[in-house]
């Protein structure tokens, strides 16, 4: 009897000791699970942070009308930073210390991640799925941090490989931002060309506002490049490529990352993207449209907001999912620590965005695919995936 109450009083403990956790856990009630994001809904990547918005709160949306995960609602809060430091600073303080949300989900901009590490790491605060597929998204601490993505280095380096054997180039170059995204995709642009046994030849610099590239792309015409790797912005990937048509420049073949992988950048008005290759780690919605699962979502998306919804929108709702399924794993008993833990029980087919992820307590990147499309008529069509 004696060691029956002892075990009675051990399982109370424990029961007591989780309660206890789950009711301690910032931005966590019985009724409510809070998520929030920094992202760029008026800068430069507002072409990504809007619809990647718009698609994540339909998700939620629809968990919360289901009931929630384990009995609890999840509430969605978004800072816009248009791609600025001090207002990501300001929106990492906000969620953090005034909303106390649970975990960080898509927020966008290696460098913006990258300081609000510095605020997440020492509360051990969850960052799943940034819209950035910098290597730096995984650095140390890892524990609390999941990627959805192939890394930007990954991506370009398959492209130039890609585009270096498919064309017969010989000389790689760069354009970029000098700051931690842009330097991802010069280093993979360096290491596809090694691998590809081609010259890296020359590079450019940027300002995330610049408009003129008539004087770069002069400079890399008269050092004989041929395969371009672009880690801009989307108007400046859109403005390169139109630019060296008006030069004549027919020999350059430009590639971007999946930055550049939207739908608005498959559309330009002229065909001016026309030829425009992209290297990311999932596959264009609209070449799918006609599967059951993205149809499904392009259907509901367009009830919805009464909207078309683009790549971007689609990987908003399936970071969403992605989240949730996490938060599904973890029992009802919500820690960061029971979070974590199932998050990396997550092994599936994502049908909707067109890849496999999976995670594991030494592997917190989701995919490793990477797909290089281009722009034919108006749209993206895939030619090549490893």
């Known amino acids: 009897m004696k060691t029956l109450v002892r075990k009675l ?3 109370a403990g424990l029961t007591a000791a989780a ?4 009711a301690e856990a910032q931005g966590v009630t019985d009724t409510e699970i809070i998520i929030g994001s920094v992202n760029d809904l008026s800068g430069v990547f507002a072409a990504v942070g809007v619809p990647a918005t718009k698609g994540a709160n339909l ?5 919360n009308a289901a009931g929630g995960v384990h009995g609890r609602t999840i509430r969605f809060i978004t800072e816009d930073h248009g791609y600025q430091m001090p207002r990501a600073m300001q929106g990492y303080n906000k969620l953090l210390n005034r909303d106390k949300v649970f975990a960080m989900m898509q927020s966008l901009g290696t460098p913006m991640n990258m300081a609000g590490f510095k605020l997440l790491d020492p509360k051990g605060i969850p960052n799943v799925a ?8 995984l650095q140390d601490p890892m524990d609390n941090k999941f ?14 490989k890609y585009l270096s054997a498919e064309f017969g180039g010989t000389k790689a170059c760069a354009m970029y931002l000098p700051n931690d995204f842009g330097k991802e995709i010069l280093e993979g642009a360096k290491m596809g060309a090694e691998e ?13 506002d610049e408009s003129d590239f008539v004087g770069s792309l002069s400079k890399l015409n008269d050092a004989g490049c041929q395969v371009i790797a672009v880690g801009v912005p989307v108007r400046q990937a859109i ?22 992988f939207l739908t608005v950048v498959a559309k330009v008005p002229g065909g001016i993207t026309e030829g425009f290759y992209a290297a990311a780690s999932w596959q264009d919605l609209w070449a799918r449209a006609s599967d059951p699962v993205p149809a499904a979502f392009i259907a509901e998306y367009k009830e919805a907001t009464g909207e078309d919804p683009v790549g971007f929108s689609m990987l908003g709702y399936s970071a969403a999912a992605l989240l949730v ?7 009802p008993d919500l820690t960061q620590e029971s979070f974590i833990a199932g998050m990396e029980t997550l092994d599936f087919t994502d049908e909707l965005v067109g890849n496999h992820i999976d995670y594991g307590p030494d592997d917190h990147q989701g995919a490793n695919s990477v797909y290089v499309s281009v722009v034919k008529d108006g749209n993206w069509m895939k030619v090549h995936e490893e």
């Open 130 to 137: 940034p819209l950035t597929a910098a290597r730096q998204m």
């Open 59 to 63: 998700y939620f949306d629809k968990v």
């Open 9 to 11: 009083s051990l399982a």
């Open 196 to 208: 590809a046994g081609i010259e890296f030849v020359a590079e450019t610099t940027h300002k995330p």
């Open 239 to 260: 403005t390169i490529v139109g630019t060296a048509k008006k030069m004549g420049l027919a020999d350059m073949k430009f590639l971007g990352t999946s930055a550049s």
């Open 19 to 22: 309660s206890m956790a789950s």
């Open 325 to 331: 399924r996490g938060l599904e794993a973890a029992g």
């Open 147 to 160: 990627t959805s993505f192939s890394t930007y280095v990954d991506q370009a380096r398959v492209g130039v």
